[in-house]
Structure formats: C-alpha cells, structure tokens
Nanobody, 126 residues
Framework: QVQVVESGGGLVQAGGSLNLSCTAS???????VGWFRQAPGKEREGVSC????????ATADSVKGRFTISRDSAKNTLYLQMSSLKPEDTAMYYC????????????????????WGQGTQVTVSS
C-alpha cells in the first residue's frame, strides 16, 4: 500500500505565504502527483499537478500566479509554494498520486488519483 504524507499547513494572515510538502513510501518517478483542496461544504478541487518524470504541470486558474508546484526528485518530495493567500484559500489540502505516468500530462481530476494523504489544514485569516 502506497502511503502519502503531507505537511506544512497552518494559520496565516491574508497576503501571507505557506509552503506545503508531500512525500510517499514509493518513488514518485512514474506517477503524476497533485495537490487538491476541499473547503467546508464544497467539493474537492484540483489545485495543481505535476507529471514527475517530465515535469509538466497544470494549475487551476484560481491560484495561477500565486501558487507554484515543484518537486525535488532526490528527496522524492513534492512542494506547493503558496503566496498572496486569500481567505478563500482556506481548506484542507491533500496530496495524491496517480501511477502510470511518464510523459503524459497530469490531470487535476481527482478520479485519476489512487493514493491520497490525510490532508493538512490551511487557514487564512482576513
């Protein structure tokens, strides 16, 4: 069973920054890995994803220019750098991994992802 673990959430004021990290019990090398979020009363949405081997990414328009997804292959760690945070960014943030990706572009559709972390809470105060 693949285990995915997120870290780095917390409480921050609007306009501030937070960095999330994600790692797994297996190499991400042939995976697409993504960040998703779910606010209370809302559906889970895909924030950003990366195809690990190729480095290609896809990012939601709502966070484009504020959030940056990146990876460190040596550390097998995925990052989400979040800046200019807004109260509407408040949510539980999840990392998820989808096997079988080498160069194919990742998808922000949660249905593609088999392995999920427990989530890390991000709260942005106004």
């Amino acid at each position: 069973q693949v285990q995915v673990v997120e870290s780095g959430g917390g409480l921050v004021q609007a306009g501030g920054s937070l960095n999330l990290s994600c790692t797994a019990s297996v190499s991400f090398d042939h995976y697409a890995v993504g960040w998703f979020r779910q606010a209370p009363g809302k559906e889970r949405e895909g924030v950003s994803c990366i195809t690990w081997r190729s480095g290609s990414t896809a990012t939601a328009d709502s966070v484009k220019g504020r959030f940056t997804i990146s990876r460190d292959s040596a550390k097998n760690t995925l990052y989400l750098q979040m800046s200019s945070l807004k109260p509407e960014d408040t949510a539980m943030y999840y990392c998820a991994a989808a096997p079988g990706y080498s160069t194919f572009p990742c998808s922000r559709d949660m249905g593609h992802y088999n392995y999920w972390g427990q989530g890390t809470q991000v709260t942005v105060s106004s």
